[in-house]
């Protein structure tokens, strides 16, 4: 039982953003939360959540949390709904929470609530959304995390979910979906279905990463600097805008779980982009049947060379993999050289980032869902736009594309074969 020693300990660790205090007050329907990466939307979610299904007033309500690719769930939506317990709960956590790793689900030890997860990427997804069921209560509760991701039908369907009597179970309870996400283009249809018109059962709320007092300087710095060197994407990632979708360079991608040993591949490739301010990134990219594979991501902001060694060492990445470096920087090189890497200068030549890219273009590209930072930028790696006309050109946007830049370094050795060796 919760005592209410717990219960107080609880509220003084729960740290709340202001601006989403109506949003967690609210019981429409359809609460939108729309807003710039990084305004607290899934960390105040999370809590939310965790405080209700936790509360005995709340019994028999169950959560699903659904984003388009399943997979992807474990380190963002799940990792957050894990940290916000913790936040909590702090060491009382295994006294509260039940957490499964397989499959990923959450459970209040008070009340019996849980949550699970879903994605909506095909049919047979989508199926699998319709037959869930609860051993205690009812789905009453759904958060769609990166909403835009998702086809109008597939909300449909889970809308549909929505239904029956809850009076009889408990008549706290309520029927909801919560939607999260970055607005992207204009045209979107969320912008048209719940923010183009008055429907009392809506509520929409915007946020960004300036309302959350949580944010640390690097980033509020970063995004300062992105204002200046890519005002459009500034408008969709600062303010959390609605904007333009138009000019995104790589589309060929394909987001879901694969087995990422060395033994899978026809070969493996590391590309790395050094950064202090801007992330450091390391990529871990397979080749196989032509296709490229990228099965992990090292990515972290101002960490020194010695710093990142080390961590590249314990999360074992290979020392036996040839690994493609931004040659602009030979003494970081000589660095990971001397740890017992083998690192290779990748050299710039006009026009290299250009074909780099084509050649990219020209083949599938698998990423794996732990990859969270590498699919946050491949989403929104855009051309340039001449301010003059108005049309796309040939040069990327140089603003988060760090993992882009440790990408295009990684498939030298296949885009250039063997006449590589010469820059040693
Ligand atoms: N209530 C909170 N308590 C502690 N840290 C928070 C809180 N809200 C946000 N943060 C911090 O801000 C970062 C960005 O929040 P997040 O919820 O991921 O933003 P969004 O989902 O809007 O992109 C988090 O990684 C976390 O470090
Ligand atoms: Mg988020």
Redesign the pocket.
């Known amino acids: 039982m919760i005592t209410a020693t717990a219960k107080i300990e609880i509220r003084a660790n729960a740290?709340?953003?202001k601006v989403f205090k109506p949003v967690n007050e609210c019981k429409k329907r359809y609460r939108i939360l729309k807003?710039?990466?990084?305004?607290?939307?899934?960390?105040?979610?999370?809590?939310d959540y965790i405080i209700k299904l936790s509360d005995p007033k709340y019994k028999g309500a169950n959560l699903l949390v659904v984003r388009k690719v399943e997979e992807t769930n474990r380190d963002s939506t799940f990792a957050?709904l894990q940290a916000a317990v913790y936040?909590l709960y702090g060491e009382y956590a295994d006294r509260f929470w039940k957490i499964n790793m397989n499959p990923l689900s959450l459970e209040s030890k008070v009340t019996g609530n849980r949550i699970i997860f879903r994605g909506m990427k095909d049919q047979s997804q989508r199926e699998k959304v319709k037959s869930i069921t609860f051993k205690k209560g009812k789905l009453t509760w759904i958060w769609i995390e990166e909403a835009t991701e998702l086809q109008p039908e597939d909300v449909d369907i889970l809308d549909d979910r929505l239904r029956g009597d809850l009076e009889e179970i408990n008549p706290n309870l309520y029927y909801q979906i919560t939607m999260?996400f970055?607005p992207v283009s204009a045209t979107h249809w969320i912008k048209g279905r719940y923010f183009d018109k008055e429907d009392p059962d809506v509520f929409t709320h915007h946020?960004t990463?300036k309302t959350?007092?949580?944010?640390?300087q690097a980033?509020f710095r970063r995004m300062e600097r992105r204002k200046i060197e890519d005002p459009e994407g500034y408008r969709v990632y600062g303010e959390g805008e609605w904007g333009e979708l138009g000019g995104l360079i790589l589309t060929n991608i394909d987001i879901h779980d694969f087995p990422t040993g060395p033994e899978y591949f026809d070969a493996k490739y590391l590309g790395q982009d050094f950064g202090f301010n801007h992330a450091n990134a390391i990529l871990d990219v397979g080749w196989k049947d032509g296709e490229i594979w990228i099965c992990s991501e090292l990515y972290v902001f101002e960490m020194d060379t010695e710093e990142i060694i080390q961590m590249a060492i314990n999360r074992n990445i290979s020392k036996r993999t040839e690994m493609f470096c931004d040659s602009a920087e030979p003494d970081r090189i000589k660095r990971w050289k001397r740890a017992g890497f083998r690192a290779v200068p990748v050299k710039k030549e006009p026009g290299s980032v250009k074909s780099q890219i084509d050649w990219l273009k020209g083949r599938k590209i698998h990423i794996h869902p732990s990859c969270v930072n590498t699919i946050k930028e491949i989403q929104q790696w855009k051309w340039k736009k001449d301010p003059q006309t108005g049309l796309y050109i040939d040069e990327p946007v140089e603003f988060m594309d760090d993992a882009m830049a440790a990408l295009r370094y990684s498939i030298e050795r296949l885009r250039r074969g063997s006449s590589i060796e010469v820059l040693k």
């Open positions: 740290q709340f953003n807003g710039s990466a990084g305004s607290g939307k899934s960390v105040n979610i999370a809590q957050e936040r999260t970055n946020s990463y959350n007092r949580f944010i640390d980033y």
